[in-house]
């Protein structure tokens, strides 16, 4: 014991990279008495190093929604050397949330402050009855779409835009401009997958875009409304907000650390 | 109303096709208090025609375990068209589980007694570090596996044996002879998927069969220990038994009714 407390500890920060299942998550953000991803990382840590640290997210997600790239760094003071911390945690861990990777970044390295881009996978299933095996990981939409439509809805929403229209109310914004960098869409067998990329979402962007290249691809609402939505930033004019358990935090990129 | 109660219905028997995702439930068999897959069931045919009806499934699962294509029969007295049962029944089931298909069929036809062959299919993952999102859905193996080994194991288990070894303890089996018809093993990035066909499977038997088959493959028990699980019907000669999650009843096959 005495020789510990000679060692002088530096602080580290630790870049985590997490996959989870949403579904039994109240979302990524600490809160009381609910179970979050977030608070049961911070748990872990407390377990394994007794520090009370806090485990800061790329952003949050909400109840439901899943990640297989959801980064988070951590500052901490601890002796464990950086390759044991993704054994230890997924130990300590519920198997609905897995630590895939553990590394040491410079100090002022952030999750949040430093990422570039993000990437949100959408999965939709199109067939009339949706699957029960699949029913939290996938979102449903039981009608027929128009692929040549859907891919015009998509060049519309590429680029630098107001998404005023295209989120639900969050009081902390105020900047509602954002860039998607590109929209991936795919069908197969009746699944559709969507993937955007872009320097930033507002409140559930993600699943707005994807209801409104949806309903403009079923001739719900017409890309002349997917227009007006980008002009006037009235949501009414965009499509319909799809569920959460659809979609997935993919990817964040940085600059190269 | 007087006219309905002139109407003299029969008796009908309708064949159901149910997918489920077994993560929420306590099991097929209904249960005081606690949620089933049949208890459900049940209560929706409740609420559609307010008769109380018995779901009969073509055999039990256990909680946690999934069905793509779990058959039921149901004896009712009930106008309403058989096409329009799937739909109004899916209304009042919750998301997890599905109707796929509902027939009328011969009042002698019986899911669990008519049954002629089961298929039931497990997926494993053989990464090192598990999926998070997929935790529900996959058993979790993380050794390395010699494919050579798995189907010589495979080989042995086909076929009419006393498969005693390769249950757990039930006291109300009696004869523990049953055939295995076909055991399918495919292997693609490191997830493994066993499909095995049988004309009836005793309590845990195919998660045994499994866990046997990959202990073999991983060296962890050897052939000739599998052998005498068949000789000698001694359950410490088998292999582990995997977790219920990547067990699926795929489907039920009958006579030409």
Redesign the interface.
């Known amino acids: 014991m005495k020789s510990e407390n000679k060692t002088i500890l530096k602080e580290r920060n630790l870049k985590l990279t997490i996959?989870?299942?949403g579904a039994k998550f109240f979302g990524w953000q600490k809160q009381n008495e609910k179970r979050t991803v977030q608070g049961d990382l911070e748990e872990a840590f407390f377990q394994l190093t007794k520090q009370v640290v806090e485990v800061e997210g790329s952003g949050r997600t909400d109840r439901g929604v899943?990640a297989?790239g959801q980064v988070a760094t951590v500052k901490i003071l601890s002796a464990i050397p950086t390759e044991n911390f993704?054994v230890a945690l997924?130990n300590l861990l519920a198997?609905?949330?897995?630590v895939?990777s553990v590394e040491e970044v410079d100090l002022d390295f952030h999750a949040r402050f430093s990422a570039k881009k993000k990437t949100y996978k959408y999965v939709v299933d199109l067939n009339e009855?949706?699957?029960?095996?699949?029913?939290?990981?996938v979102g449903?939409y039981p009608y027929k779409i128009d692929v040549k439509k859907i891919r015009k809805a998509k060049q519309m929403l590429v680029g630098k835009h107001n998404f005023k229209g295209f989120c639900s109310a969050d009081t902390n914004v105020k900047n509602f401009e954002r860039e998607i960098y590109k929209i991936d869409f795919s069908l197969k067998k009746n699944i559709a997958i969507f993937e955007v990329t872009g320097n930033g979402f507002l409140y559930n962007m993600v699943r707005i875009l994807v209801g409104t290249m949806l309903d403009g691809g079923r001739g719900k609402i017409t890309l002349d409304s997917i227009k007006k939505a980008l002009e006037t930033g009235e949501r009414k004019y965009a499509g319909t907000t799809m569920p959460a358990g659809g979609l997935?935090l993919k990817c964040v990129e940085y600059n190269k650390q």
């Open positions: 996959e989870y299942n899943h297989m993704k997924n198997e609905d949330v897995r895939k009855t949706a699957s029960a095996i699949n029913c939290d990981l449903h997935y």
